[in-house]
Structure formats: structure tokens, C-alpha cells
């Protein structure tokens, strides 16, 4: 631990500037102290690409640990049972996991599957009794987003979505000039995500386990970060499709979007979706008396970027150590990060997601209420 630790006391001083959020706060402030109150105990679904490097950042964490897993493949649960010391007893499968609820060791479940399979698992999970926390998107659809909501509240349990911006300092910063008036009023947000999609065969290019193509992939971080970046919703969208491999991108799977949508302050926002083209991860946003600009803005990291001010010196921190250090702060301290994590934030990116298929079939403008 000593060398996160480390870097977070230096990161503290270059920090000056930032604001202490409501998450992690005690971790930037730099304490001398170990931390010893209680620890977010999660249980990891889906041992991916994406599972494996929350993994292996939640090693570095001060406030959550992964103590179980649940998988379909049993070579990786021993794999990751040597690797993260996880114990027989907090490990399962997709048939078994509602067991979980006996299981008094395992306070969360991390749900890092295909988009087609969060909802259902999800509701299996909170009805099981533990937190969830759940990839983005967190389904494939608004209704769906809403029945898991529904069905942490009943429950009495956290849903959290796995926004990792939502915890990055120079993203944080950037917010934070905005909500201190630093660009003027907010105008206009450019918004560039996409990368060039290889293995034809892959679960991200099957309707019924993606739920779409690159819009809910990685168009959803021009979504998430128009709003977070503008700080409103947007009341309408527009949006464009163009496909130039039918085979390789059928019906439903959107390979290029480009997408508008309309805020109430009259500030508007132009975006691209496209597993296509590379080298797009960019982000600007224009006020009447500044801008900032990030490039790259929601890989992960470092990212990059400047505004009408300077450059962005805030320290880069594995994105998915402070986003679990964060949310176990959410859990069980109560703090709330500027922008929230939560299910309702998430059906909200859902909804803009439905009314961009929508526009994109009715070639119109789409009204949303979000
Ligand atoms: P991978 O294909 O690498 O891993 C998905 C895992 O899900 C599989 O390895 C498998 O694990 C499990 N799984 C269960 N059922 C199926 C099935 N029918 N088909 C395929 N896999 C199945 O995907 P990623 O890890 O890249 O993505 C998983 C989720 O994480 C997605 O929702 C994605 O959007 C999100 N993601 C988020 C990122 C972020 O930055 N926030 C970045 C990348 C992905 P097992 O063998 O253990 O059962």
C-alpha cells in the first residue's frame, strides 16, 4: 500500500487547487494514518478485460477489496483464487450466485458482464441483499435501467454504475470551473468517442448481449460527459446514422452516429459514436469566457488537457482505484461525488441513448424529458 499511499501525499501538495470532493477525501488529504474502518467488500462478476483490471486496481485501494468472484469459466476462478487470495466459499457461477445472500462476507457485487445480461443480474443480486454496482451501460434500454432501480430500492440496496470519470481529478477540476462560473455560461460541447472494432465474432457486436453498437459502448461517454461538462440535461436530440460494413454491422448495431442535442440555457451539443475510426477521445466545451479542452478525456489516463487558464496538473490516479475507494465511501459514509454515480444517473444516459435510436430512425428531432 505504501506506494499509493506515497504518491497520494505527493499528489496532495501538486493538488493544491483541486477541490477536495465529497469522495476520497480523506485519502488526497493525505493522512499519515492507516485506514482501519470498514471495508467494501466486493464480490467481482464477469472475469473479462474490464474485470480484470478493476482487479488489479482494487489492490491499491484503501476502503474496498475484492474478497469473491462469480464466473462461468472455472480455469479463471482458479486462476484469480491464487492471484487475489479470494477463499473457495465466496466463489460462484451464473446458476448458483443467489446464494450470495447467505454469504455475511461479501458486502457488494461489481457486475462487469455483456450490457444485455446487467439488468437481469442486477435484479438477482439486490435481491440477494448486497449492493450492486453495475458497468456501464448499466442495460440496454431506459425501461431496463428502471426495473433495476425499482428493484435496488425495494431491496434496500445501493445501485452504482461504473462512471469512473465521475472520481478523476482533471475531469473534477474542469467541473469545478464550470460550477464556479469560470467559462461564462456554457455554450457548446464537442464531444469525439470511438475507436476501430476488431474480432467480428465478439459479444459487442451481438444485438441481444450489447444491446447496440459503439453508441452504448463508447458513445455514452460523450452522453455522460456532455452533461457533466454543460451541467444540464439536454430537452432534445437529433442524430444520424452512417454504416459502411453492413456485414460486419447488422441490423442494430450501429457502427457511426453523429448526434445533437439541445439544453434548456439554448447551449447545444455536437457528437461522435463510431467504432469505425480511432484516435477519438476528445472533449471540448466552449463558454462565453472560456474553454477547456481534454484529449484524451475517458480513457484511462492519463488524461489530458487544458483550458482558457492553463494546462491540467491535477495527478493521475488508476481511475478504477479511486472510483472504488469512492464508492466506498458512498456505501458506508455517506458522501456523494459531485456527479452522481447512481442508478437514476444512469437512466438517465439510457434515455438519451433511446431517443438517439429514435432520431436515428425518424431522421426528426426527438423531444426528452429526462
Ligand atoms: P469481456 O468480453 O472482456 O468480458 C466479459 C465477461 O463476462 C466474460 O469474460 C465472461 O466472464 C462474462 N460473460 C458472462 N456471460 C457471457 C456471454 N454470454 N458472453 C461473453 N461473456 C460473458 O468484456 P469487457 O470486460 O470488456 O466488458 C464487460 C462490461 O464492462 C461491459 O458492460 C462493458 O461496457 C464494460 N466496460 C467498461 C469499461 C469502463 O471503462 N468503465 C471498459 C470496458 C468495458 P466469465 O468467463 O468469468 O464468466
Not at 492507516?34 to 483490471?53: E, F, H, K, T
Not at 492553463?310 to 458522501?335: C, R, S, V, Y
Amino acid at each position: 500500500m505504501g506506494s499509493r499511499r506515497k504518491f497520494l501525499e505527493k499528489a496532495s501538495v501538486a493538488a493544491v487547487g483541486i477541490p477536495l470532493l465529497c469522495y476520497s477525501s480523506d485519502l488526497l488529504a493525505s493522512s499519515s494514518e492507516p485506514y482501519d474502518g470498514r471495508m467494501l467488500r466486493v464480490a467481482i462478476m464477469g472475469l473479462g478485460s474490464y474485470g480484470n483490471r478493476v482487479a488489479k486496481a482494487m489492490v491499491d485501494c484503501e476502503k474496498a477489496k475484492l474478497v469473491g468472484v462469480i464466473s462461468g469459466t472455472p480455469s479463471k476462478i482458479a486462476d484469480w483464487r491464487e492471484k487475489y487470495d479470494v477463499p473457495e466459499k465466496n466463489c460462484y457461477n451464473y446458476e448458483n450466485f443467489d446464494a450470495i445472500k447467505d454469504n455475511p462476507d461479501i458486502d457488494a457485487v461489481y457486475i462487469i458482464t455483456p450490457n444485455g445480461l446487467h439488468c437481469e443480474q442486477a435484479i438477482r443480486v439486490a435481491e440477494a441483499g448486497k449492493h450492486v454496482i453495475c458497468e456501464k451501460p448499466m442495460g440496454i434500454n431506459a425501461a431496463e435501467g428502471q426495473k433495476m432501480v425499482d428493484a435496488c430500492k425495494a431491496a434496500n440496496v445501493k445501485l452504482l454504475i461504473g462512471y469512473r470519470m465521475h472520481f478523476e481529478p482533471k475531469t473534477m477540476e474542469v467541473i469545478r470551473m464550470r460550477m464556479d462560473g469560470e467559462f461564462g455560461q456554457p455554450k457548446f460541447f464537442q464531444g469525439q468517442s470511438g475507436f476501430v472494432i476488431g474480432d467480428p465474432t465478439q459479444w459487442r457486436l451481438n444485438k441481444k448481449l450489447a444491446g447496440g453498437g459503439a453508441m452504448m459502448d463508447i458513445g455514452i461517454y460523450s452522453i455522460n460527459g456532455a452533461r457533466y461538462m454543460l451541467g444540464e440535461e439536454p430537452i432534445w436530440v437529433t442524430a444520424q446514422e452512417t454504416k459502411t460494413d453492413p456485414v460486419k454491422f447488422k441490423e442494430g448495431i450501429d457502427e457511426t452516429i453523429q448526434f445533437q442535442m439541445g439544453f434548456p440555457s439554448g447551449a447545444v451539443a455536437n457528437c461522435l459514436s463510431t467504432y469505425a475510426m480511432n484516435n477519438l477521445d476528445r472533449f471540448f466545451l466552449n463558454g462565453s469566457d472560456g474553454f477547456a479542452e481534454m484529449q484524451p478525456s475517458t480513457g484511462y489516463g492519463p488524461i489530458k488537457g487544458r483550458t482558457h487558464k492553463g494546462e491540467l496538473t491535477q495527478p493521475h490516479i488508476t481511475h478504477q482505484t479511486l472510483q472504488m475507494d469512492g464508492m466506498a465511501e458512498l456505501i458506508f459514509e455517506g458522501k456523494q461525488p459531485i456527479v452522481p454515480v447512481d442508478g437514476e444517473e444512469g437512466v438517465k444516459d439510457m434515455k438519451i441513448i433511446d431517443a438517439i435510436f429514435e432520431a436515428v430512425k425518424t431522421g426528426g428531432k426527438v423531444e426528452i424529458t429526462i
